[in-house]
């Protein structure tokens, strides 16, 4: 099956101008995510998309895989997709599942990408999984710049918004907290539909694309995870990012070839 991985970054971000190439001990950003995504024995291949030269221009040094995409995107996962196209045209062979893997999420591992891509492995009948994380403190739950997720019996998502949720207004002082973590799997024929799919009032309230599956009634597997891992929307992230990945035994994998 040839599944692979790609991470859409660009230097315009609203919330964080420049954060692909910010630098965590001497790496930028997208960096990190790049070697420790390729460090998945799951994936044939892993890609940057960008349309920014200074990102490929780091790539092109750093001997990671860049393709160049439009600057029309606002979402990833059109940019991902015009990637797909262009990499498919290069290789002249179809993907089977596309990763796309945040280019905010310095601290992924190569264990994640695996727990992400497994229940399409083991279901045909699933088109997109995400990853979900515990919370462990209120702090992070109330935070916008988190989005959390219910989900039924099942594992599928019921629901993600940048709101606490569940309510813990009734008094409950144990609720689960969960958070979405941006690695997401779609299937290669998915991920084409989905962007032909008109935009959800419900994805443009809670800017959360995966609103928009759950709106048309179809379904968002969530694959659990352990790893405590933190994405980067401001600098305070960055620094505390950077403070947690000070004794990460991956980054030691692939610090000095920088």
């Given amino acids: 099956m040839n599944i692979i991985a790609i991470i859409p970054a660009r230097m315009g971000s609203s919330r964080y101008p420049g954060k ?3 630098l965590i001990h001497g790496v930028p950003m997208v960096g990190h995510v790049a070697f420790r995504t390729a460090m998945s024995k ?3 291949a892993t890609y940057v998309a960008t349309c920014d030269e200074i990102i490929k221009n780091y790539c092109q040094s750093a001997g990671l895989a860049c393709v160049m995409t ?3 995107h606002v979402r990833c996962t059109t940019r991902t997709a015009e990637a797909l196209l ?3 045209a290069m290789d002249g062979r179809k993907a ?3 990763v796309m893997v945040q280019g905010d999420e310095p601290m992924v591992t190569p264990e994640m990408i695996d727990a992400a891509v497994a229940p399409m492995l083991e279901d045909a009948s699933i ?3 995400n990853l979900m994380a515990e919370m462990e403190t209120l702090a992070e739950f109330e935070d916008p710049n988190e989005v959390k997720v219910v989900v039924d019996r099942n594992g599928d998502a019921l629901y993600f918004s940048r ?3 569940p309510s813990r207004k009734k008094g409950s002082d144990k609720v689960p907290m969960r958070k979405q973590v941006c690695v997401i799997p779609f299937r290669r024929d998915y991920l084409l539909r989905f962007n032909d799919m008109e935009e959800s009032p419900l994805e443009i309230y809670e800017s959360v694309d995966m609103m928009r599956i759950l709106e048309y009634g179809e379904k968002v597997r969530m694959a659990p995870v352990t790893a405590r891992t933190f994405s980067v929307d401001t600098p305070q992230d960055l620094a505390h990012v950077e403070r947690l990945m000070t ?3 991956l980054r030691q994998r692939y610090t000095p070839r920088q």
């Fill in 42 to 44: 799951t994936l044939k």
């Fill in 96 to 98: 089977d599942i596309v």
């Fill in 20 to 22: 692909p190439l910010a």
């Fill in 70 to 72: 439009g600057d029309q």
């Fill in 86 to 88: 262009k990499i498919e």
């Fill in 247 to 249: 004794t990460d035994a």
């Fill in 127 to 129: 088109n997109v999984v």
């Fill in 163 to 165: 709101e606490p949720i």
